[in-house]
């Protein structure tokens, strides 16, 4: 069994993508973003008594967790990680601290906060040991997000399944650009889509990801990739997806103004609202109109379109 290094690192609300790019930048492949007032606030949305919900934290900050193996390098990585956030200058500072947990321990902490939620009008996502009777019109998404990013309840998540509900048609050409669980990969292709592509960076992800395609019975439209989404984009695209941040999405909006068919749209989110206007800029700039703006809490979803022939 892996061990692990679980690195949580309290920050102002404005620190949070920056600080999520230091534990990307030191290695940790993903980040899991616990935001006291989203959890209360999807707590109170569903069913409360069912969630156990925690005692905000007294500064009600909110955290970001990295993980990262027990392998040597650690010590280097986590003095990295205290310098740049050193020089972030946040007030209050970021607070450290660390504790080793075991593959199982990790997988299990989400599921005390995760239940069935709905989001938009059809999709519905359910935790894959929970039971949910759909209603005639509802698609759910059975997930197990395991160590991957992407059970639903994020605000960056549910912001692009609104967008997708809204922008998919059958028959479409779909990449989800950093697909973590799978989440937005499947959603697509229960809503419609011929053939998603789910690209990852992260071998753990990529491993779950297939998971969750195959649990959804969605495998023979959703291929998975494991690779850098700067080299993966092909041409045709009727719509990209890609929840990361803003600084990622904003150095891919060239390439998915290039690689999507006219008319196609680009959904980005994991946009923190203080950087949206430097994202609206770079899909301006690539060419791409801003069809649509959502806001959730301190995050923003965009809509792109190429423009049509
Ligand atoms: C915030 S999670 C989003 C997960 C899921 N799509 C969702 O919306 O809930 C971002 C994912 O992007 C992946 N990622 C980060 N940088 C990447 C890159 N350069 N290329 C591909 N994937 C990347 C991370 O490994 C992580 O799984």
Redesign the pocket.
Known sequence: MVKWLEISVRTPVEGVERVSEIL?EIGT???AIEDPAVILEYAARTQPEEWGVPEPAADGLPLVKGYLPLEEGLVRRVAELVESLDLLALSPAPEVSTREVMDEDWSNSWKAYYKPVQVGRRLVVKPSWEEYHARGWELVIEIDPGM???C?T?A??SL?LGLLEKYIRPGMTVY??????G??AVAAALLGAGQVTA????PV?CRTAGENIERNGVADRVGVVQ????NLLGAGADLIVA??IAS?ITGLAPQAAGALAPGGIFVA??IIRERAEEVVAAFTGAGLTVEEQLAEGPWVALAGKKQEL
């Not at 690209?199 to 992260?202: G, K, T």
């Open positions: 990307l492949g993903g980040v991957a990013f992407g639903g994020h960056t998540t692009c989800d650009i950093g697909t973590g669980s989440i937005l690209v990852d960076i992260d992800a690779g850098d989404l700067m929840n990361i990622v989110s994991g």
